[in-house]
């Protein structure tokens, strides 16, 4: 990779002094670039900064990027304009990667909100000055905000890439944590679930006064994490008070937690080593202390 550039430097000065590119692949159409002059003109200088590189072996000074704008001021009869300027040396190449750079990594407007922004202008000039096409302003008239709300959310998407040993495991677990769930035909046809998912948020957003539906997914997970106790329907006979199936159950789903206090775990730990200790309960099955707190210890419960 080529080596850092030195930070530009804010120089002010006469923009017809600077030196265009003579091919550039950034095209401003006819109607945009005149709303750009009037802008400029209205406002009585630039409001964005062009890129120039200062030849130190010719003495020039090259636009690599913001040509249109300094053409505009021009046009505009500005006789000062800032800019950045870069003095290191640079080879054609990265020359080129600079410009292209700057034109292409520009970002992209959120439709949602560039509509809500738009629809805030109430000034046919100020609407003018903005230099949204016909295009544009079309594509915002079909735009639903409260659909879209969601679209500048940040995320990433993460793959869980299995070998052979751990996909084993893997189903193994997944198999194991269908068992803690009641029958249902629609575990594994997800799609039947799609409506009942979209009422479950719309729901919540309504109660919270929420428009983001991920924080309004999140209100449920955390509804979900208060109710861990009514998971024992999954496994527990309530009325014979005796489990309706075999196989494990979650821990979490008996005290309706998944953490408790420290000093609290702490004299638990305690207690199961005692019992331990003590030949009541196997080292390497310390969850049968619950037997024994439960005055079970002398049944029989292995399958």
């Known amino acids: 990779?080529?080596?850092?550039?030195s930070p530009p430097a804010y120089v002010e000065?006469?923009?017809?002094?600077?030196?265009?590119?003579?091919?550039n692949a950034r095209f401003l159409p006819h109607e945009q670039f005149r709303q750009l002059v009037e802008n400029i003109t209205q406002d009585g200088c630039l409001t964005s900064t062009p890129l120039v590189w200062h030849d130190a072996e010719s003495g020039a000074r090259i636009v690599l990027s913001g040509n249109h704008r300094t053409m505009a001021a021009i046009e505009a009869g500005l006789t000062r304009i800032g800019w950045l300027e870069i003095t290191d040396p640079l080879p054609r190449q990265r020359q080129i990667a600079l410009q292209l750079s700057h034109n292409a990594i520009s970002?992209?407007?959120?439709?949602?909100i560039l509509k809500e922004l738009y629809e805030e202008l109430e000034s046919v000039e100020w609407r003018q000055y903005t230099a949204l096409d016909d295009q544009v302003l079309n594509?915002?008239?079909k735009v639903d905000v409260e659909s879209l709300a969601e679209a500048n959310l940040d995320?990433?998407?993460i793959t869980i890439v299995f070998l052979p040993d751990e996909l084993k495991r893997a189903e193994a677990a997944l198999d194991e944590a269908?068992?803690?769930?009641t029958a249902d035909a629609r575990w594994g046809v997800a799609l039947t679930q799609y409506d009942d998912v979209l009422n479950a948020l719309e729901t919540t957003r309504d109660a919270y006064k929420i428009g983001n539906s991920a924080t309004a997914f999140g209100v449920i997970l955390a509804t979900f994490e208060r109710h861990l106790a009514e998971l024992t329907d999954g496994w527990y006979d309530a009325e014979a008070q005796t489990a309706s199936r075999k196989g494990t159950a979650p821990i979490e789903t008996i005290f309706g937690v998944r953490k408790i206090p420290t000093a609290v775990a702490a004299a638990v730990r305690k207690s199961i080593e005692d019992l331990i200790r003590a030949g009541d309960v196997p080292e390497g099955e310390p969850w049968?202390?619950?037997e024994v707190w439960a005055g079970a210890a002398g049944e029989d419960t292995t399958e």
């Open 1 to 5: 990779m080529t080596e850092k550039l």
């Open 107 to 112: 970002g992209q407007d959120d439709p949602a």
């Open 288 to 290: 049968r202390a619950l």
């Open 178 to 181: 269908k068992k803690t769930a």
């Open 155 to 157: 995320f990433a998407t």
């Open 13 to 23: 000065g006469d923009p017809r002094e600077l030196t265009l590119l003579d091919l």
């Open 139 to 141: 594509l915002l008239e």
